[in-house]
């Protein structure tokens, strides 16, 4: 991975004009046809992609990240601000918006918090990070075959106001499977409107389980609706005596919240861990520093402070 040299772009613009086609081009560059596209498409200017343009505004791109990196590296206490976040397993998007509230002065961007991670200047820090890598990797799907679910009924008959976020009492679910030597999963629940989060350790993950556990969760917490993934474990979802919606399948993104709650649990319980070392108190501990934890998308309140605000009355109780 090389940026694009004066040459490489006098080259893209004698091509242009000549009529070549954007993979003609990548293939006398040597280059990657997307290194080609996106090259053209964020230096052209009025339509009209010119070489002397295009390496005027990559130099002052580049001159606009170091600025930015400046910002960190010249304050000490903002450098130290930064640190201090990410041992406390913040994410870089939440530093930089709690950072904007506290000193609308002096902020930085979420970006340049993760240019610093992955500098030499904060390289050791990147272990403080969710997925704990120097660079993202490709993800690989699997498609798995899974036995028909009865009764489901698809998210597109959801009525719009639990999408829109009308109305309180509307949940996502989901599992959290560990290595297979280990039979106990976390089931997870997060509330849609102001992502208060559940969780509990179960034995195994059979539907029989799933099913006997959200019984008490739902008459408890007053559940109107449960939007879940197509796992087999959530076959019983019929008996549950409430409206439940499922995911297309291979589209988990559909039912984001609690998606991100899962992703949420991994950091304080990582993926080869063994679920059955933890009870849950342990269980309960964690949800509360995650329902005490400011989101932004709640524009960095907590989802218990929201809860709280809209339903002062209810009391947050775990279900043994």
């Known amino acids: 991975m090389k940026h694009l040299s004066k040459h490489e772009r006098n080259e893209i613009q004698i091509l242009r ?11 006398v560059l040597e280059r ?21 343009k295009a390496n005027f505004k990559a130099y002052q791109r580049r001159q606009r990240r170091k600025i930015q990196m400046k910002r960190i590296r010249y304050n000490d206490e903002l450098e130290n601000y930064i640190r201090e976040k990410l041992k406390l397993k913040r994410t870089p998007q ?9 000193h609308p002065d002096y902020t930085v ?29 490709k993800r690989k799907y699997k498609n798995k075959k899974r036995q028909l679910i009865p009764h489901r009924v698809r998210i597109d008959a959801r009525p719009a106001s639990i999408s829109k976020l009308l109305d309180f009492w509307h949940y ?5 499977v560990w290595p297979i030597w280990t039979k106990a999963v976390l089931l997870t629940l997060t509330e849609k409107v102001s992502r208060l989060k559940l969780a509990y350790r179960l034995p195994s993950k059979s539907p029989l389980e799933v099913q006997k ?4 969760v739902i008459e408890q917490f007053g559940i109107k609706s449960i939007t879940f993934d197509n796992w087999i474990e959530f076959m019983y979802h019929y008996r549950l005596g409430i409206p439940t919606y499922f995911c297309h399948p291979y589209h988990s993104r559909e039912k984001g919240q609690v998606e991100y709650t899962n992703k949420l649990y991994r950091i304080y319980i990582p993926k080869w861990t063994d679920l059955s070392n933890y009870t849950q108190e342990d269980i309960d501990l964690i949800t509360s520093n995650l329902n005490n934890r400011p989101m932004v998308c ?21 279900i043994m």
Do not use: M, Q
């Open 17 to 27: 004009g000549k009529g070549y086609s954007l993979r003609d081009i990548a293939t």
């Open 32 to 52: 990657n046809v997307s290194t080609i596209s996106r090259e053209i498409n964020r230096n052209k200017v009025k339509g009209e992609y010119s070489a002397k």
């Open 94 to 102: 939440l530093i930089a918006g709690t950072r904007s509230k506290e």
């Open 109 to 137: 961007g979420y970006v340049t918090v993760y240019k610093y991670v992955y500098s030499r200047f904060g390289n050791w820090l990147w272990e403080y990070l969710y997925s704990k890598r120097h660079r993202p990797r």
């Open 172 to 176: 996502e679910a989901d599992l959290i």
């Open 213 to 216: 556990k959200l019984h008490p």
């Open 298 to 318: 709640l524009d960095y309140e907590t989802p218990l402070k929201i809860f709280h605000s809209f339903l002062p009355s209810v009391a947050i109780t775990p």
